[in-house]
Every structure is written in C-alpha cells, then in structure tokens.
C-alpha cells in the first residue's frame, strides 16, 4: 500500500522539518510539498527532504485551492502509485488509532472512499528557547463542559483521508463531490493534532491549568513524547525511518480506549434521525427530479411505438 | 414446544462442545449443524452428538456461504424437524434468556410477531493461564454508546430467533431474518447472546486468516490476516486482550463488566446440574440495546450513502444522454 500525503506549505520552518519527520515516520511514504513562493529556509528543508527522494516539491504559483489540492492528488496517484492520499497542512499532525496510519488505512472495507479524522486542537504556548513541540501537551475535547455551547457542523471536526484514484477531485468545500464518494461516518480512526491556535490565556500558566482543571482542554502528551523520540542529539533535526522503518511505535487503543473514544465520536453528531431524515428527503427529491425527466420520454417513446403498431 | 439450533462450525474444537452441551440444557431439543471443513477435531465432536441423535451435521465445504447455509438449515428445521422456533448461532456463542428459560421467553411472544432478537454482549479475551475459555473469559463489553468502528468485533448488533417457516430467509451472521409469515418484534430482546469471538492467539489468527479471505472479509478479519502475514499475531492479539489494568479501568468507567453467567452455568453442567440458563437482570442491558439502536442507525446511514452514490451515478449519466 502507498500512503502519499499532500501538503500545502506556509513559512513557517521549524514546524515543516517536524511535521514531515513525524509523518514519514507514522507510515505516510512520499510527500508532494506546495511551492507558492517561499522563503529561502522554508524551501531549504523541502530540498533536504526532496533529497533523501521522500518528497517532490510543487510549484503553485496562483493556483486556486480546489485546482492545487486536486493536481496534488492526482500527481499523487498518476506518478507515486498512491492507494490514499492525506491532504494536510503543515499544522495537522495525523495521529493513528493503531500501529501506523498504513495499518489503519489498510483494513478499511473497500466500499468506503474517505475516512474521516477527528480534529484535536493542541494551543500553543512555546516559550523562548524552548524545542518546538515541547508545548502540545493538551488538547481540546469534545466532552469539555462548553461544547454543547458552541454548536459546530461536524465537517468543522472532521478531515478527509481520500482512496485514491485518477480522476479524484479534492474539493475542501465537499469532500464526497454530491454524494459520489462514500466516508466512513461516525467513527474516526485517526485524530488530527491542530497546533495553529495560541492557547487562550497565554499570558500564563494559571490561565492554562484553569482550562485544565474545568475539563476545556485534556492533558494528552501523546504527541510530545513522538516526537522527542524522533530528535536528534544536538542537532536540532529529527531523524528518518531507515530502511524503510518507521521510528514511531503508535500503541493500538484498547477496549477501554475504544468505549471512551466512542463517546466523543459521537459527540461530534455526524449521523442521528434527524440527518438521516434529512439524507432521505434530498434523495426523494432527487428521485422526483429524475421522475420528472423521465415520465414524458417514456410516454412519447411508448406514442411512438403505438403509431408504428396502428 | 419444540426449539431447534441451527448452527455454522468450522474448526472450532476448543468451544463446540460447550456450546452444545449448554444449548442442550438451555431448552434446546435439536442441533442442525453446518460444518464447514473442520480439520480440528470439531467434525468427531459433531459427529458424536449425531451419535446420540441431537444433532444432524450437514458437511459443506469451498468459499463460504453464510446466509444460504443458515437459510437452509432454517428451512430444514420447519419441514424435516417440527420445530415451532428456530435459533440461529454460531459455535461462540451462547443464548441466555432473561428471567426465565428459552422455551418460556419464546413462548411469550405474541402469536403476531415470528421474529425476535437477541442482544449479543461481547467477551473480551483475558489473559491466557491455560484455563477453559469460560473460566478466564468473564469479562465482557458494556459501552456507553457504540463503537462505530467497522474493524471492531465489538460493535453491538442482534442476532435472530424465529417461529419455524419453511419459506424464512436468514442473512449474514443471522442478524436478520425475513418470513413473509411473521413480522419481527423490534426493540424487545428476551435473550442475551453471550459472545466469545477471540479465546486464544491461535484461535484469533486462524479464523481471521480463513475469514479474511471468504465471502465477507470484515475489517476484523482482514487485521488478524495482515498480523498473520507480518509475523505480528502476538504483538496484536496484546492489544485486544484486556489486562488487569485496563479491566480496572474499564470497570471504573462503565466499558467493562465482570460477568460470571457463563462459566456458572458451564461449571453446573458439569456437576450435573438441569441449569435451564435462565440469567438475571442485569441493568445494562437498557443502555445496550440503546447502543444497538444507534449503531443501526449509523448502518443505515452508511448503507443509504451507497445508494446515493448510485443515485449520483444514475444522475450523471441522464445528463450525458440529455446532453447528446
């Protein structure tokens, strides 16, 4: 299986070199980086990694998102031989729910072509000094006591991974094009550590462990502790699978592990009567809308066939 | 009343005995049983109850055919067996009504209805220490809401008990059952199926692999297969069992449960008891057949995103021609 992730890159260097040393070593296998123009230590790492033949630059000069993500994936597909495609930015770590995202990706049932990941927020709070992820040791969660206060749709929770194919279209606005393309719903078996927020209150860590101890954010340190794994003494780089072996080992949750996600996947709504009844009305539409266009050609094919009979 | 089991085996020696010793003593009068290539041991275990006229083995073999074994053995068990009720199973699993005993549950269903479900409440695997599978697996799944995963084994679902109709279709795993005689009973479940999926490594690995490559290769399957073929059995099967940390956490929150009922009922067989395997109340069953109601509903929200995406298929190929 070939695991390509796409990734749409900003300025922002010490979080690239770490995001693509994460990911290569969580069994993603080639990476197509965007090339909108960056600076010169932006574009110094993608030529270091483009180098060790992990990944292939692309030049976007103006292109609009849909057109970019798509021509990503599909080069993806045509010249890698990618069986998935991750669509990422240089901000989402994507966490597997088992031993690598390969393993995870591998035993989806064919019929579904996305699986959904669940967006963890990690706020920031790095200090001078400090190695850049030494910080994400808290996320959000979606049983926080003011969840329920902020009603949000659930695509705002959720990320695409796409099955690959040639033709596939990557549209950030609607990720089953109409209904072409069916997701996996209501369980998410990889999570997706957003770390672009600052952390409400950053101006201490009383206001932190506030949000702590209120149940707002959780302690979860799953991601530092990755990637101090991956850093390289003294060198400020983080280092490689070798030979082809990832260096991360992701533990695969439990049953106990399983209930309690359980829970916050259901929290994010995806799938209930009410959606139902709504999917089911849309189709009855639909269907009358093909009704309707069929009805008066059969009827004038049937006129037909009845003068050619008299 | 008679009530007859039907029931699909395949290289399941180390549990086929105790499941029908126990249906045996649970109001079960008769055994049909498709035996699908068993190399084991399983075909002389089944072959000894033919012995002793419990059990009629129907030997079949190839790629599996689940729905139509059970269809017909369900069939048979109306037209060559005069069962008035018909449960379907498979050899890890154990019926275990409420209250009172199977016959008496079955009986009570109001001679409208002709199909009912049972509730299937998972047992994980623990520890091995060499013991009988009863005797150390007695902890089983409570989850608050359901565990949507498609690779889960432990996603909450129903299996089937019908009034005996020569013209019944069973389907896959015999979570359903269809007779043009008798409409089903929903959201009334007289019985639990108690379930024992993965009892050893070994056990895991070789359904796994065989199942993998059958005729509905579930993400389960295909992941005991992928361990198979990576060397990993071991390694993977750690994650499934449930140690005494994780028992004590999951006991804390509510996923766990230790339930005895089995192994009770097993060990007063043995001493010769006429256990009728009548099991308790037990309060979790509420929240459970909630979870079972809502992992249909995700079943059918995924089964109705296959049809719109024939649906949008139709659509495009109207404009197509509508375009020429």
Redesign the interface.
């Known amino acids: 299986m070939m695991l390509v992730m796409t990734l749409v890159v900003d300025d922002a260097a010490d979080a690239l070199d770490v995001h693509l040393a994460f990911h290569l070593n969580a069994g993603v296998d080639f990476v197509i980086a965007s090339d909108s123009g960056l600076h010169d230590d932006t574009r110094e790492i993608l030529e270091t990694y483009s180098g060790e033949g992990c990944l292939r630059i692309f030049p976007t000069r103006g292109a609009e998102e849909t057109s970019l993500l798509t021509g990503m994936a599909r080069l993806a597909v045509a010249e890698h031989g990618a069986d998935w495609v991750v669509p990422s930015s240089t901000h989402e770590f994507w966490w597997p729910r088992g031993e690598s995202l390969k ?1 995870v990706l ?4 064919e ?2 072509a996305i699986v959904q990941a669940l967006v963890r927020t990690v706020p920031a709070r790095r200090r001078e000094g400090q190695f850049i992820g030494e910080d994400w040791t808290a996320r959000s969660s979606l049983l926080a006591p003011s969840s329920g206060e902020r009603p949000q749709t659930p695509q705002r929770l959720l990320r695409p991974v796409y099955r690959a194919g040639p033709e596939m279209i990557v549209d950030p606005e609607d990720w ?12 998410y ?1 990889i999570e997706v550590f957003d770390v672009s927020q600052v952390a409400p209150g950053a101006d201490g860590d009383a206001a932190f462990d506030d949000l702590i101890a209120r149940g707002e954010l959780v302690v979860d340190t799953r991601l530092r502790d990755a990637l101090r794994t991956l850093r390289v003494a003294g060198t400020g780089r983080f280092a490689l699978p070798t030979e082809g072996r990832c260096r991360l080992a992701f533990p ?5 592990d ?3 996600y ?2 916050e ?2 929290a994010v709504g995806e ?3 009410v ?2 009844d709504a ?2 009305r849309e ?1 009855e539409l ?2 009358a809308a ?1 009704e309707a ?2 009805g008066p050609r059969v009827r004038r094919a049937l006129r037909r066939l009845a003068r050619r009979r008299s | 009343m008679k009530l007859v089991q039907t029931l699909v085996v395949r290289d399941e020696a180390d549990i086929v005995a105790a499941q029908i010793d126990y249906h045996l003593n649970a109001g079960v009068d008769f055994i049909i049983a498709s035996d699908h290539d068993s190399r084991d041991g399983t075909t002389e275990i089944l072959q000894s109850y033919v012995r002793d006229r419990h059990l009629r083995r129907i030997p079949v073999s190839g790629e599996m055919r689940d729905g139509p074994w059970r269809t017909h053995m369900a069939r048979l068990a109306a037209t060559e067996h005069g069962a008035d009720w018909v449960i379907n199973t498979d050899a890890d699993e154990f019926w275990m009504s409420r209250g009172a005993s199977l016959k008496e549950v079955l009986a009570a269903v109001p001679e409208s209805h002709g199909i009912v479900f049972a509730l299937s409440r998972h047992f994980v695997p623990r520890p091995d220490d060499g013991t009988f599978f009863a005797e150390r697996m007695t902890v089983r799944v409570s989850a608050e809401v359901a565990i949507n995963d498609p690779t889960s084994p432990y996603r909450p679902h129903l299996k089937a008990a019908h009034r005996a109709d020569p013209g019944v279709t069973i389907s896959f795993g015999a979570h359903t059952a269809s007779s043009s005689r008798w409409p089903a009973l929903h959201h009334w479940h007289p019985a639990d199926v108690l379930h024992f999926p993965f009892r050893s490594p070994e056990q895991w690995e070789n359904k796994g692999v065989r199942r993998a490559r059958g005729d509905k290769p579930l993400g389960q399957y295909v992941m005991a297969l992928r361990a198979s073929e990576g060397g990993r059995t071991a390694d993977r099967y750690r994650a499934l069992h449930v140690d005494d940390a994780t028992l004590e956490r999951g006991r804390a929150d509510g996923s766990l449960v230790v339930d005895h009922r089995l192994r009770d009922a097993l060990r007063a067989i043995r001493c010769g008891s006429t256990e009728n395997g009548a099991g308790a109340f037990d309060a979790g069953v509420i929240s459970e057949s909630v979870a079972v109601r809502d992992a249909d509903i995700v079943r059918l929200h995924r089964h109705l995103d296959g049809v719109n995406v024939r649906m949008a298929a139709l659509e495009d190929r109207t404009r197509r021609t509508r375009a020429r």
């Open positions: 393993d591998a035993v989806i049932p019929r579904y089953t094009l109409g209904g072409r393309r069916v997701p996996l719903r209501a369980w078996p695969v949750p439990n049953i106990a399983d209930a309690s359980a829970v996947c259901a799938v209930d009567l959606s139902l999917q089911i189709l639909r269907i093909l266009r069929f």
